[in-house]
Nanobody
């Protein structure tokens, strides 16, 4: 069973930085996709970034490109950690950030087309203030 656990959220002033972590356990063998979505209060879920664990290809939404960096570390065959380094944070980055996983990073028209039955983390809140 795949499990995702996020950490690293918190409060920061505009222009500051935070790093989120997501520990993914249960995937065995071969590359797969790990990434991040976010959802601000009263708004729809928005895809942020993703990375393929096999070849480390990265994908970003236009709203975070150049400010956020997604990376990945594999601790063993069934334990992987994906990071989201967030720099130059803006007020509009305030949201609950969710880690997600899928067999592939299917990014089309600037969106990660994640499968409906993909596993998700519990979310971690990021608050950016002026």
């Amino acid at each position: 069973q795949v499990q995702l656990v996020e950490s690293g959220g918190g409060s920061v002033q505009s222009g500051g930085s935070l790093r989120l972590s997501c520990e993914a356990t249960g995937y065995r063998g071969g590359g797969f996709c790990l990434g991040w979505f976010r959802q601000a209060s009263g708004k729809e879920r928005e895809w942020v970034a993703a990375i393929t664990t096999g070849d480390e290809t990265t994908y970003y939404s236009d709203s975070v490109k150049g400010r956020f960096t997604v990376s990945h570390v594999s601790q063993d065959i069934a334990k992987n950690t994906v990071y989201l380094q967030m720099d130059n944070l803006k007020l509009e980055d305030t949201a609950t950030y969710y880690c997600a996983a899928d067999r592939e990073c299917t990014v089309l028209a600037g969106q990660w087309r994640i499968a409906d039955n993909s596993p998700w983390g519990q979310g971690t809140l990021v608050t950016v203030s002026s």
